[in-house]
């Protein structure tokens, strides 16, 4: 019975991450929820009282998720540089997504921004903190440490911005190329 509490509840957050980023947090209702999952409201009701309740899910798995990805390219690319390359081509390898929807933590931390009383905004906006802080760690290795921090912000930025004007023009080439741009300044640090 645990595994299938586990399965159910597994099933109802991806869902709603799904829903969440296609259609934004505040176009879902429970109801799209109930519906995509096909769970009855009722057993959704055992696991989360609440669509913020779920969202909080989301947010936790997604920052899980990232840090395992940061671990693994960690510990299987030993040069900080081949590090930033691959977060860059982690945009790029998203292009199809991020063409037709946007940029999943940067769209949630748009939304919630929005928000007047919102007590998830500061746990989205920990999912960049997670990227701004790892990218900072590649890096304070090769350049100033001083200068680590605006660095990792400013490839988070660009990355950010690549991902909203792909969507917006739904233009797969301009990400490729702002892309190629980004791994040619890498290459210079």
Same mark, same amino acid.
């Given at each position: ?5 586990? =399965? ?15 259609? $934004?947090?505040? #176009? ?9 999952? $096909? /769970? ?5 009701? =055992? ?11 989301? /947010? ?25 390359? #691959? ?14 929807? $946007? ?28 990227? #701004? ?20 912000? =400013? ?11 792909? =969507? ?6 301009? /990400? #490729?190329?702002? /892309? ?10």
């Amino acid at each position: 019975m645990t595994s299938q509490r586990g =399965h159910t509840r597994d099933d109802i957050v991806e869902a709603a991450r799904t829903l969440f980023y296609q259609r $934004g947090y505040t #176009r879902t209702s429970f109801s799209d929820i109930v519906s995509h999952t $096909g /769970i009855q409201r009722g057993n959704i009701y =055992h696991y989360f009282k609440t669509k913020d309740d779920i969202l909080d899910a989301v /947010i936790h798995q997604l920052a899980n998720e990232y840090r395992a990805a940061l671990s693994a390219w960690d510990a299987e690319l030993p040069d900080p540089k081949d590090r930033l390359r #691959r977060f860059v081509q982690m945009v790029m390898s998203n292009r199809d997504n991020l063409i037709r929807y $946007g940029c999943p933590v940067g769209s949630l931390n748009t939304e919630l921004g929005k928000a007047a009383a919102c007590a998830q905004r500061e746990s989205a906006r920990q999912l960049f903190d997670l990227f #701004r802080d790892w990218l900072a760690e590649q890096f304070s290795t090769l350049t100033d440490p001083q200068q680590a921090r605006s660095l990792a912000l =400013h490839l988070l930025g660009r990355t950010e911005g690549i991902s909203l004007m792909g =969507h917006v023009y739904q233009d797969p080439d301009f /990400i #490729r190329n702002e /892309i190629e741009m980004l791994e040619k300044w890498i290459d210079t640090l």
